[in-house]
């Protein structure tokens, strides 16, 4: 798209030098639909984004059915957080150019953000470009996923684990499809793929995959690896209770009581409605520390029956990326 609004201008340009001779009136004043899109275009790549929209609305009125200016105005659009409008634009784009499968990926994208992922299938329809087949297989197996298709969502990413680009997030689904089947064994190498291959920098669900990858060992009762993996998911991430209460499960588990307590103790202190994480440290305390501390903690979750200490431990362990209810 972006190639095709340069392009523009620069017929534009040279249109206008044969006409009328070229001036720097021109250049501050760009009156084709062109110009006005190019220089749009440039004021978006500069981050002047209130320039760019109001630029690329006037290429749009003297050009209402260029696709790819429509498309630009949307991708303005979303960069503003402008999302409702930048997905009426998208799909104005689509309806002008239906075959273009860049459009279709990018309101996609604003689709599942807006967590609209059966629209979002919906516009994935049919057989793209293939120089953007793979994500768009991987875009389809994400919603998919988060709708609980697992079966069609693990086929889409199998078709992009072997891509570099896409080999990380797709070992992570495929291993937290897994595991949601109860395939502890099957899931493990996957999740072990995608904490190896997702650690680079600026990989900002690093977390969650280390952290999903911990409840998958833990699972498996591999505690030391486990521990491992909810310290590295702690050091990317360190304000969510959760791991610091597996990190204390895994230390009593390998016999580590006092590093234990402490752990279960700062899962507490990061929220102090976690019941769960207060009842583990109680028992903990109880056996192993202080049955004054124990005691202070058993009074205060109160009356919290079994069968709600374990809807609680069923909840704790679903993994981070687990599909959304429905």
Not at 18 to 39: H, V
Not at 168 to 193: H, K
Not at 301 to 317: H, N, P, T, Y
Request: glycine letters at 6%; hydrophobic letters at 40%.
């Amino acid at each position: 798209m972006r190639k095709l609004l340069v392009a523009g201008f620069v017929g534009a340009i040279l249109t206008c030098i044969s006409c009328s001779g070229y001036s720097p009136i021109y250049a501050q004043q760009p009156s084709s639909a062109a110009a006005q899109a190019s220089a749009g275009w440039k004021a978006f790549e500069e981050g002047r984004l209130d320039d760019a929209s109001s630029l690329l609305e006037q290429a749009v009125k003297l050009s209402p059915r260029n696709a790819d200016y429509v498309a630009a105005l949307a991708e303005v659009d979303s960069k503003l957080g402008q999302q409702d409008a930048a997905i009426q634009h998208f799909k104005r784009a689509i309806l002008l150019k239906p075959s273009d499968s860049e459009f279709r990926l990018d309101l996609a994208e604003i689709l599942q953000r807006k967590e609209n992922d059966q629209e979002a299938l919906s516009v994935l329809q049919g057989l793209p470009n293939p120089a953007l087949s793979d994500a768009w297989h991987f875009s389809r197996g994400f919603s998919l996923f988060r709708l609980g298709r697992l079966v069609p969502a693990g086929n889409e990413f199998k078709l992009v684990i072997r891509k570099p680009q896409f080999a990380a997030p797709a070992s992570f689904f495929l291993g937290n499809i897994d595991y949601m089947q109860g395939q502890f064994v099957e899931a493990e190498p996957y999740l072990a793929t995608a904490v190896e291959l997702g650690k680079m920098q600026g990989n900002k669900a690093y977390n969650i995959y280390t952290y999903d990858y911990g409840l998958v060992l833990f699972k498996l009762g591999k505690f030391a690896e486990a521990d491992q993996q909810f310290r590295a998911s702690i050091a990317q991430y360190d304000a969510d209770p959760l791991p610091w209460m597996f990190l204390g499960r895994c230390e009593e588990e390998l016999g580590n009581y006092p590093e234990a307590i402490a752990m279960l103790e700062t899962s507490t202190q990061k929220d102090s409605t976690f019941q769960l994480a207060d009842y583990e440290l109680a028992r903990l305390q109880q056996r192993h520390g202080n049955p004054n501390r124990a005691a202070e903690l058993f009074k205060k979750i109160g009356a919290l029956k079994e069968d709600e200490v374990s809807k609680e431990q069923e909840r704790a362990m679903r993994l981070k990326a687990a599909p959304r209810p429905q």
